[in-house]
């Protein structure tokens, strides 16, 4: 017996997303009678995807139904999921990425202010959550992940679940070693986007022998092939020399869009990147950004073209597969005790050696209809904790931090202090750091977010009143 | 009635210091009777002082015996106190300056490998006691005393206490204010050269508002003062500006060297400096450097001079008074019960909120023959935890953890990501930090510590072995 479940889908205009949803749902039984409610302050997005979404499951003969609405707290109602995929990052990407050039720093994005932008709204939405439909669960979708869900989780009672992408690459690198991805068994530990694979087996043996022996016979061939016929491939290397050089470097192998990471010295200029990343230069270079956004959007541009022709086959368009996405194997999970192995983002709470119960992990866990059971892993070796996890960690406080008190000027601490952290590059001076969050902060599209952060210049008797607490 | 005891001097030759210590026993009727070994490898220094702590008893008539040794294991035998001030970083201290600015630092010592070669005598040391006096307290006197003790007490069963002079910069805080420093209660928290002062009363009362009012109305006039006659004043500035700068920022005061730091942007050149830190350009500067050592060297000279001339009285020459250090205070407290309050570096057990269990803070304690009884403190300010106190206790983790697996790589990785805590400013590219590591360890007068770091290029199948350890 199916058991119909209300999904709330919070920036359901990120219409490749959620026609995926869409699709994952017509293709679980379990779920079948289910209503999900798309949300978006985009009223074009969100008639096109309602849309869609009505013609798929007349199309396929499924029960599922939808409702769409701009009101946030009107979708939350009666909710028992809630996923949440909205942000405002790939708003003014290009002008962003504008301002970092002009400051001096490199194109990629600042991980000292990168994402804050998108604090306010994951909060709120857990917010509403708790008021609206407390007992529902909330799969965060959308970054930051790791800093979000500690907020979130910390801040609230709500339970949450991160969910993310780049774990996938254990796909790649199974294709690279010219393995059959489903005999492989692999652990990949750490924070979000910063995972290590701390386990990994092939038909059951210890695949790193066959890594290293790969490393040593085939890797300059494959390099090569990338550079000669870079069309050929994808976007991102997740064997780049710049993943081997961190494998040589820490012993393990770092997975999905870890390996983007690895130290801000990758990057300092085009060439840097092309030797170490191959031939896109790496994750949003200058020759990566374009082509990236390319791809982001030529399957929206599909959607759209088929949404507004009516006499068109949905079904024809997007084929009923099933993507790889966890969110419904998850509700799955959580309604029907359908258990499974997924890679969450939840408070650590003792499952990764070393970090603190209450910081946001991305561990395996097996989801049923009792919650998430985290499965323990092996400690990461201590050179990955103390050069990746635990600095990762203080900029996420750090970061935290200024959101929770508006401390405009921890942004630029941030920036002078946290820089090796960055992809962007080293910050020289004060006057660079200070002039770059006066700039991007004062931008009109920043707005929404940036009137938090506030130079104020309190008495000193107010300061030492703030700070100065007591130990209980 | 006196208890006498047995006191090991490591590094002996520091002649200021082992002449205070004497003349602090010689005032410590409770020590009566105790006997005192001075170790050094220099034997010309630790014939001098030996035989002018032999004039100094004889003239005043009291009751302390010596004995010298170059050999350190001789010394420590039946030892009931070994104290450590032996240490090599005021060797070469202008060749290293040299060589810091070189590669593009400036001139402070930098703190990615800085006391670096202190670590292996310290540990020394350490096993030592362990091995031939377990009993005996070790008070570690010399630099890194945050590093070292840490080291010491995670890795030998030895009862270590680390001592430095940071925390009587509430005495300079005191007179700039105008304050008479004995009716002045302090607390001041935190790590070792890096303290804040919590508790700042005077005659009972809060004198936090007495600093705010000084800020309002003095500060400029005394910054202006000490520019125009800087010859009147110390070398060191404990009211500095850039000292004001971090209250403002924090909300608490910087005590002592913690007056030092603030961040690296305070240092970027001459000028800058001469602004923060008045006219000698703060610790370190070129400015300062020189006269600073010549403070140094002075009562040194005065000593050789006295030594070498056994006509003189070394009574007038060095007047039985007791000096400020906390040594044999300590000695007296553990020995004879006489309790005392004493600003220690022990690890933390839970006295500074935030900080593990096994890293050592800088607290207050009382100090009786029951041991070390820590005083709890308040929390600091969390933007003090985040910008200060967390970042240093991941550079020492990265420091001990280099230096106890020898990772070369490592050193030049922290210089890379973990230049914002230096004092020598950022690190601009992987080239610069390599090339500065190579070349410092190279340095013929490094190679005894520096030998340990090797650029081990370990099978693949090695590091995964060594690397990939198993959760328990």
Chains 1, 2 share one sequence.
């Not at 986007?193 to 085939?218: N, Q, S, V």
């Amino acid at each position: 017996m199916p058991t119909p479940v209300k999904v709330t889908v919070i920036g359901a205009g990120s219409a490749v997303f959620s026609l995926g949803l869409v699709k994952d749902l017509c293709l679980t039984e379990n779920l079948a009678g289910s209503h999900v409610a798309f949300m978006d302050t985009d009223e074009g997005r969100l008639d096109m995807i309602h849309a869609l979404a009505e013609r798929y499951v007349k199309e396929l003969g499924v029960k599922l139904t939808f409702e769409k609405t701009t009101v946030r707290q009107d979708a939350l109602r009666d909710s028992d999921f809630v996923i949440n995929t909205a942000g405002r990052e790939y708003l003014h990407g290009e002008e962003r990425r504008a301002l970092h050039k002009k400051h001096g720093y490199y194109s990629g994005p600042n991980f000292g202010v990168n994402y804050l932008m998108n604090l306010p709204l994951i909060i709120e939405v857990a917010e509403d959550i708790e008021r609206i439909c407390p007992k529902a669960w909330l799969i965060q979708s959308g970054n930051p992940v790791f800093e979000g869900c500690t907020l979130i989780t910390r801040q609230t009672g709500v339970k949450a679940i991160g969910l993310c992408h780049g774990h996938y690459g254990y796909f790649s690198i199974a294709k690279a070693l010219g393995l059959d991805a489903q005999k492989v068994q692999w652990t990949a530990p750490g924070l979000n986007h910063l995972i290590w694979l701390t386990e990994f087996r092939y038909e059951g043996r210890d695949a790193y022998p066959l890594l290293d022996e790969w490393i040593a016979t085939k890797a300059e061939a494959y390099w090569r092939e990338r550079e000669e016929h870079p069309k050929k491939y994808g976007l991102e290397d997740h064997m780049s020399r710049a993943v081997v050089d961190q494998y040589r470097r820490f012993g393990l192998l770092p997975v999905g869009d870890t390996t983007r990471g690895g130290g801000w010295w990758y990057k300092t200029d085009m060439e840097t990147r092309l030797f170490w990343y191959g031939p896109t230069g790496g994750f949003s270079s200058d020759l990566h950004y374009g082509p990236w956004q390319e791809q982001r959007y030529r399957p929206i541009e599909q959607i759209r073209a088929v949404a507004s022709d009516p006499s068109r086959s949905v079904l024809k368009a997007f084929p009923p597969q099933k993507t790889r996405e966890q969110q419904v194997p998850i509700i799955d999970a959580l309604t029907n005790d359908v258990a499974g192995r997924f890679q969450v983002n939840v408070p650590n709470q003792g499952a990764l050696p070393g970090v603190a119960d209450d910081v946001v992990t991305e561990i395996p866990a097996l989801i049923d209809k009792g919650g998430i059971h985290r499965i323990q892993v092996n400690p990461l070796p201590r050179k990955i904790m103390l050069e990746v996890i635990q600095p990762h960690i203080l900029s996420m406080e750090w970061k935290l931090h200024a959101f929770q008190t508006g401390d405009r000027e921890m942004l630029v601490e941030g920036l002078l202090m946290l820089n090796a952290y960055h992809q962007a590059g080293p910050t020289t001076s004060y006057e660079q750091a200070k002039a770059y969050v006066d700039d991007l902060l004062s931008q009109p599209y920043e707005q929404e977010w940036a009137s938090r952060y506030t130079d104020r210049k309190p008495s000193w008797a107010k300061v030492i009143e703030r700070q100065r607490r007591k130990r209980p």
